[in-house]
């Protein structure tokens, strides 16, 4: 392992590849902090550059995006009382009012040191757990792997936000995209309505685009009218001290290892990390009324469990295939843009790419820190540009990045059409995560069901005589009958009492 | 900062994806079955599409209580649907334009630039000249950058 880990870090430090963390990573914070813009529209615009890159490189552009996109809604979160990106929301309720007091410095200091610490346990989490988790991963049959990925489904469904009913409707509309094509197990094609076009499926960079991209931006023009609140950058305090690490140890550990955890878990993303965080360091704190009013421990405990869950959710991307975050979901269409198969048998087939992308992890989390800290203030100009001239701008790169998958205007079309769709789910509450990772999800669980169903003749028994399987599927279901049952409460509640 | 749902557009919407499904349906129901394999092509996308339109329907049966409920925003922020429903007409026309290659993928993206910055900044006088800058720069620009550096192709002549 300590081979590998170095091989990937040598390769990291060569001119190319450091010259493209450096820049994820600053794009990255960039567009984490300009409002209305975030780490998954940024990767997937940028998916099509990678096309003409060497695929280790590809990555390693892509983590170092991602690492920078989760840190870089601290800023705007402090400073504009705005999330850059959903991860950032508990930030603002004590970013903010620190930063009113006359102490923005250090509500940004407090974050940033905060995502360094949830980034390194993060990492230390990735190298220690990917490489295990992919070796008992090889022994899943297609029985096990689609009851995990089922269960990941459910998963997601439960923890996005709004219902359960509407995370489910989401999941399964991606997955019912996914299906016209080709089918490749009888060669003939389906759901196509005899149009060519969708002979080879829709791709899903297309769609990818029109659901992050073109969807965001009619949003941010809908909402074009929302007042401001702007304050000036100021860097005096922004290095945390030894004496602040001491003090907030245990919250740091504690928020670290949360986030970890919830990005380890298939689909569930930053913004559940931090809110969990957020919540158990106010539970446990000796001063939860100053929650809300500029405590310290509430910036460092969401700061650090939203960036520690870009590590944790590399593990079961790298392990397993299965994408621990929407943005690992586009990650994983990236791998397979590139011709390569994510799973767990990554270690052995690519296992070059595999340690870039720990060591992007590693270099991308500290180069985040050093960026933030010194370029706070060109960030903060930068999120000025009005977004009246931003967003046409963006529309355009989206045509370019949809047209450059096959230079085929037909998938332009397919990226506002999806574009269309995302606004409109969205605007009435579907999440659009559990949509793009049920789209990218679905050949996988279908390809494994009826492999299996092949290997027993029909027979469903599997599902319940193999452990792993049954286990896997048993999990989903109890997810599924907690997540009633809490909506069932909620509703009770709200007959009781209208305004809950 | 979150704002009520809309039970008639959430209605509306639940009602156009069951009638995706609908299509859906009808088109697996010519799927052949299977030769070599038990399942086949099309019980997978049926069973999805009678999932959603169950899902769909328990959606419509919780927004219909809430038709007669008063909707409450959360700011009062005035929304800019008017602007948001004419920069996705634009969009349509110049990707309409790009497919038949009107012209040049740099004079179409300048002038979609110009028209839609234009519109967003309500044709303000002040801010003119910066968005011509903008449009022209990007159009031209883009196509330098994307033609010569990273070789790509572009949509247009």
Known sequence: MGADLAGGLALLFTPMPFFYTVLGVFLGIVVGAVPGLNGAMLIAL???????????????????????????????????????????????????????????????????????????VAWVALLLLAKPLSIWATRFGPFEIFALVMMAMVLIASVSQGSLVKGLLAGLLGMLVAMPG?????????????????????????????????????KDIVELGRPVERMAAATRGILMTLGDYRRQAVNLARSSLLGTWIGLLPGVGASVGSVVAYTVAKNTSRHPEEFGKGSEEGIVASEAANSATVGGALIPLIAMGIPGSVIDAILIGALMLHSIQP???????????????????????????????????????????????????????????????????????????????????????????PFVIGFVLAPLAEAKLRTGLMMTGGSYWPFVTNPVAAGFLSIALLMLAWSLRGEWLAHRARLHDPTV | MTRDVDPKLEIAVCLAIV????????????????????????????????????????????????????????????????DAGAMFALTVLYVAALHLRLTTFAVMTSAYLALTIGLLVRLERRLLPWVVGVALAIGFGSQYVFTRIFVVDLPGL
């Open chain 1, 46 to 120: 940028s998916l099509p550059l990678t096309y003409y890159m060497p695929t280790t490189h590809a990555v390693i552009l892509l983590v170092s995006m991602y690492t920078g996109a989760i840190a870089g809604g601290l800023i705007t979160a402090t400073l504009l009382r705005m999330p850059g990106t959903p991860s950032n929301i508990m930030t603002i309720f004590d970013g903010h009012p620190m930063a009113k007091a006359g102490r923005p410095g250090r509500a940004l200091g407090l974050g940033i040191g905060a995502s360094l610490v949830g980034g390194l």
């Open chain 1, 182 to 218: 080709v089918d490749p197990s009888a060669g003939q094609p389906r759901l196509t309505w005899d149009w060519y076009q969708l002979n080879s499926g829709l791709k899903l960079l297309p769609v990818l685009i029109g659901v992050f991209a073109v969807s965001q931006i009619l």
């Open chain 1, 343 to 433: 799973g767990p048998t990554l270690f052995l087939t690519n296992p070059d790419i595999v340690w870039a992308m720990i060591a992007a992890c590693l270099v991308s989390t500290v180069l985040m820190y050093v960026i933030m800290t010194a370029s706070v203030g060109l960030v903060v100009k930068i999120t000025m540009i009005p977004r009246t001239f931003m967003l046409p701008v963006i529309v355009v790169f989206c045509v370019i990045g949809a047209f450059g998958t096959d230079n085929s205007i037909f998938d332009v079309w397919v990226m506002l059409a999806f574009g269309v769709v995302g606004f409109f789910l969205e605007r009435i509450g579907v999440p659009l995560g």
């Open chain 2, 19 to 82: 009638v995706m499904c609908g299509f859906v349906l009808a088109e697996a129901a010519g799927i052949p079955p299977g030769y070599f394999e038990p399942l086949g092509s099309g019980p997978v996308p049926r069973a999805t599409a009678w999932c959603i339109i169950t899902l769909c329907a328990l959606t419509i049966a919780r927004a219909v209580p809430r038709l007669s409920h008063r909707r409450t925003t959360d700011d009062g922020v005035p929304e800019r649907w008017l």
